[in-house]
T-cell receptor, first 109, second 113 residues
Framework: GENVEQHPSTLSVQEGDSAVIKCTYSDSASNYFPWYKQELGKGPQLIIDIRSNVGEKKDQRIAVTLNKTAKHFSLHITETQPEDSAVYFCAPGNYQLIWGAGTKLIIKP | DVKVTQSSRYLVKRTGEKVFLECVQDMDHENMFWYRQDPGLGLRLIYFSYDVKMKEKGDIPEGYSVSREKKERFSLILESASTNQTSMYLC???FGRGSYEQYFGPGTRLTVT
């Protein structure tokens, strides 16, 4: 079946530094590449997504880059802030999403 | 704003009980999903539905069933709860085919003793 791997599983960065989370997938039919953020006690929420015809997308401090040939895409967060602390999930797919195991991002003050 | 609500935040049930988890969305979305979330495993799809009275199995449907009698409501049923069904259950909805963003409820933490 489809395989999605997310790395690292935990990432601790100093406030103000950048964070990068990588997601690799196996299903070449995937054409939608989202990142979700899950805060404590809440369901996941979409923060950024990209379609397969685009290589990079940016929204203020967050960006997603896609390498479809190598079957991986990454989440980049710059100038990290305490409110960025959460669990982040990649979920490549199309009408069905295949979820990674999650990355716990810790922002150290 | 899209709102997805789940009937309970916390639920404790005994082994063998029949359990109903209810989910309601208020944005006229076509698609609805039930996931379970366990540490280190991400979200795993149990069942989904693209239309009223329509359902399709996800990756882990065993031990579960669903009902969608109205467009806005999607119910997950545990026919005979077991301890290995202790988990966080998340409901989600999305607008329709071609629209992939999923909107989630806050989750129900179910404990089966």
């Amino acid at each position: 079946g489809e395989n999605v791997e997310q790395h690292p599983s935990t990432l601790s960065v100093q406030e103000g530094d950048s964070a990068v989370i990588k997601c690799t997938y196996s299903d070449s039919a995937s054409n939608y590449f989202p990142w979700y953020k899950q805060e404590l006690g809440k369901g996941p929420q979409l923060i950024i997504d990209i379609r397969s015809n685009v290589g990079e997308k940016k929204d203020q401090r967050i960006a997603v880059t896609l390498n479809k040939t190598a079957k991986h895409f990454s989440l980049h967060i710059t100038e990290t802030q305490p409110e960025d602390s959460a669990v982040y999930f990649c979920a490549p797919g199309n009408y069905q999403l295949i979820w990674g195991a999650g990355t716990k991002l810790i922002i150290k003050p | 704003d899209v709102k997805v609500t789940q009937s309970s935040r916390y639920l404790v049930k005994r082994t063998g009980e029949k359990v109903f988890l209810e989910c309601v969305q208020d944005m006229d979305h076509e698609n609805m999903f039930w996931y379970r979330q366990d540490p280190g495993l991400g979200l795993r799809l149990i069942y989904f539905s693209y239309d009223v009275k329509m359902k399709e199995k996800g990756d882990i449907p065993e031990g579960y069933s669903v009902s969608r009698e109205k467009k806005e409501r999607f119910s997950l049923i545990l026919e005979s709860a077991s301890t290995n069904q202790t988990s966080m259950y998340l409901c989600a909805s999305s607008f329709g085919r071609g629209s992939y963003e999923q909107y989630f409820g806050p989750g129900t933490r179910l404990t089966v003793t």
